[in-house]
T-cell receptor
Framework: DQQVKQNSPSLSVQEGRISILNCDYT??????FLWYKKYPAEGPTFLIS?????DKNEDGRFTVFLNKSAKHLSLHIVPSQPGDSAVYFC???????????????FGQGTILTVHP | GAVVSQHPSRVICKSGTSVKIECRSL??????MFWYRQFPKKSLMLMAT?????????EQGVEKDKFLINHASLTLSTLTVTSAHPEDSSFYIC????????????FGPGTRLTVL
């Protein structure tokens, strides 16, 4: 049962344009969402997160949008740069037992390629 | 801040031997550490969750006698692959959480294990 899904395995974008990476989730208990970037043979790097009390969070070129009713979030990168080429994972978390946050649930990842 | 290191970055061993991988949070105390395994072109697979001073919680299908986890302090967790087999060859990644809201995890750079 895949609770966090990234339905696009890959995305190709021209440098300077917008990259939009999508993520859907099924568990309504999730209330915190994160995006990670990963290069081959390296650990994931945290990019940006959003709490369910918000619908948008922006940090420089990165913006995450959350649509709770649709159980959908997206990561926008503007403008896209060749150095952004990597695998992007979305992850979700929720309070287990109503107290603390537990393990992250990851999507399958989307390979972003930004062409010069 | 929030830097996590792993050692070694690469290890090659013979079948039947044991290999220890260290994960350290360098500039913060980690209430919880996590161990992941990544198969080629696959998402991160959570193996176990460990809290300092207590036994690790293993995910379904992960052999706890084969993958020994010791969380000796708030800055150090170790994963020992016992009696390694070629099918244990993989990329192992640890992460650490500070226990803040959202359960954000900070990842180490990963360890490439090759079992001959």
């Amino acid at each position: 049962d895949q609770q966090v899904k990234q339905n696009s395995p890959s995305l190709s974008v021209q440098e300077g344009r917008i990259s939009i990476l999508n993520c859907d989730y099924t568990n309504s208990m999730f209330d915190y969402f994160l995006w990670y970037k990963k290069y081959p043979a390296e650990g994931p790097t945290f990019l940006i997160s959003i709490s369910s009390i918000k619908d948008k969070n922006e940090d420089g070129r990165f913006t995450v949008f959350l649509n709770k009713s649709a159980k959908h979030l997206s990561l926008h990168i503007v403008p896209s740069q060749p150095g952004d080429s990597a695998v992007y994972f979305c992850a979700a978390n929720g309070r287990e037992g109503g107290t603390s946050y537990g393990k992250l649930t990851f999507g399958q990842g989307t390979i972003l390629t930004v062409h010069p | 801040g929030a830097v996590v290191s792993q050692h070694p970055s690469r290890v090659i061993c013979k079948s039947g031997t044991s290999v220890k991988i260290e994960c350290r949070s360098l500039d913060f105390q980690a209430t919880t550490m996590f161990w992941y395994r990544q198969f080629p072109k696959k998402s991160l697979m959570l193996m176990a969750t460990s809290n300092e001073g207590s036994k690790a919680t293993y995910e379904q299908g992960v052999e706890k006698d084969k993958f020994l986890i010791n969380h000796a302090s708030l800055t150090l967790s170790t994963l020992t692959v016992t009696s390694a087999h070629p099918e244990d060859s993989s990329f192992y990644i640890c992460s650490a959480s500070r226990g803040l809201a959202g359960g954000e995890q900070f990842f180490g750079p990963g360890t490439r294990l090759t079992v001959l």
